[in-house]
């Protein structure tokens, strides 16, 4: 049987995570270096993770993306994307997960995670040491509340969550944004109906109905935010989720293509192919010659 891409609560953990308002703290090397400093590609489909590296360095894959960095780094990592590492051997540096759950918009919270990118995102602290220490003391004083039972910890945690998410936030992203609220979050929601219905194949018609918005806005605003249409988005969505089949599970090209709501194999490798300009076999050939 065809493997599926791995997925855990945490690297390692075979299981989700049973508390709602899960948190979660711990040093690279406490992770790692057991494991020879590597992380083998994998998802969290229910947590955030924002990874702080303050010294040494890493070569990461995220999706059929990689990189190396070194240094004073931030690197975010959204729930559901594939994701694997090799650090260097004693890399300093602390991995923050947050579950879907403690995310999600509710009325006794309000954790500043609309500020993240829904996509990957790296952020380079090498020439501001003195914001990287400011997150480095945040994430210290995190730290320290998750391993002692304090009055109020609930409490400082969140607080700390929010800073922490403000200050990434803020050197993430131009200062010179100012979003239209209402806007965005038709675009988030238009995001999250796009994760949940892809393999569905859904219309532009379909997602504005659900939005109850016309079509011609809900392109307008995809325009503006991505330079896309609502069907490039689709399109984009079902050529991911190919491609981590393709590269992380030894799923056939048919297999995946009926997984991904293709009634015909052959019009998904036209797709695909129409998409990346190579064929799925091909596209599989060269992800296998490259490997965190």
Known sequence: MAQPIPQFGLYGEGRWIDNPEFVHIENIEARSSDLGWRIKPHQHTQLLQILLLRSGGVH???DTQRRALQGKWAIIVPAGIVHGFRFAPDTDGRVLSISDALIAPSGNRSLQTALLPSHPGYI???ALPSAFD????LTTLLEHEFHNANTGKAL???HLLNAILI??????KHPEETPNSHDDSLINRLKV?????????LKTTDYAQKLNVSDKKLNRLTQQSFGKSVQQLMHERLLLEAKRNL????KSVEEISYDLGFKDPGYFSRFFKRQEKITPGK???LADNKEV
Do not use: G, P
């Open 247 to 250: 590269t992380y599970t030894q």
């Open 193 to 201: 109906l796009v994760n949940t219905h892809f393999k569905e194949h």
């Open 60 to 62: 990461l894959q995220m």
């Open 156 to 158: 400082l945690i969140e």
């Open 167 to 172: 200050l990434i936030a803020r050197h993430h």
């Open 124 to 126: 380079d602290f090498q």
């Open 283 to 285: 596209f599989r050939k």
């Open 134 to 137: 400011q997150l480095w003391q």
